[in-house]
């Protein structure tokens, strides 16, 4: 007995929180109902009104070019990128958290380094009736839209702008600037050997011509030519002189037997020998003149031997390291050539046809959404104070804050 009262009891409990909500939700169409003007009223206003100013609004177009930078080993590139930018990279306002070669380039696009040329080119100071410099740098760095396929490794590069033929000269200037930036870094190591040698070789080459010059005026100033070859040429002219003398000799005493010194095939040879000895004493004399002679005198090669083997030791050594350093250097430019960061165009910007905003469709949707719920919210709450003011209590208070704030806002 007891069971089924207990299961009554239940049911009729169950019956009345039924029974109640749908009391309460009828209420609350009642409610809507009755306002149903303010609701329908504010929803289509709010849309009336934010699809006009959608009209009013300027068209805001976007032009997109297509970038592929180079994708070596892209975390470590990027690494390389930003140890060999050194003092530039405090330039890079976004350059925290870098990972990947796309995050750097899109860092870099919006360093003032790219954005002040742009500024100038395109007159945005003018444009964008900035006072400062920097308020032009925000609204560049605003409008311009770059997003990275990770996928792909494509950068996509938008500039946004009231003019679609402007809008894709921009973008275009962005990907011009970013070229010319990468080429200014010496971003590899092969860089920085090719400048390394590119200054040794210029130095390299000031002493070879130096020494160049000084083997010339000492050839010009003692007629050393080649040391070695007049050495053999001095001391066979010096044997075939000694032998010429010897036979000469000869003659003279055989003509001595039969003829008298009166004689003029004496008194010719007489003379012909000692200008053969005259010669031989000029040839082995350690005193000769300074003019330059092939035929140096054989007391003045070992000095001039000397010198010249210093001078031409210098000289080799000069034309060695030159011809060293030349190699290193065109090795040096071929490496760089090699591993320079190419950022290839995939595709040039163009003026856009269509327009990105406003988004006049978005806009209207949101507008009536929220019209329609602050009008419900309104509903609900003029319902709420008028059942508050037919209370006597409530309708106390509601008076008493009617005057506070009466008060307060007088």
Known sequence: ?????????????????????????????????????????????????????????????????????????????????????????????????????????????????????IIDRFKLMELYKAKKREDARRSLASALKAKDDKKSGILTIGVEDKDPKRAADMANAFVEELKNLNKGFAVTEAAQRRLFFEEQLKDAKDALIRSEESMKGFQERTGAIKIDDQATAVIGGIAQLRAGIAAKEVQLKVMQTYATPQNPDIQRAEEELRGMREQLRRLETRSGNHNPDPLMPTGRIPAVGTEYIRKLREFKYREALYEILLKQYEFAKLDEAKDAAIIQVIEKAIPPEERVKPKRRQMVMIATFVGFFLSVFAAFFMEYMENSSKDPENKGRLETLKRYLSFRFK
């Open 1 to 117: 007995m007891q069971n089924n009262e207990s299961h009554t009891s239940d049911d009729s409990r169950f019956t009345s929180d039924v029974a109640e909500d749908e009391i309460n939700l009828l209420d609350y169409l009642i409610v809507l109902l009755k306002r149903k003007k303010l609701i329908l009223g504010t929803t289509f206003g709010a849309a009336i009104i934010t699809a006009i100013i959608s009209l009013i609004m300027s068209p805001i177009y976007r032009a997109e070019t297509k970038i592929l930078p180079p994708q070596q080993s892209s975390s470590s590139m990027a690494a390389q990128l930003m140890g060999q930018l050194g003092g530039a990279a405090g330039l890079l306002g976004g350059a925290v958290g870098i990972k990947t070669t796309n995050d750097l380039y899109i860092a870099l696009l919006k360093s003032r380094p790219i954005l002040d040329p």
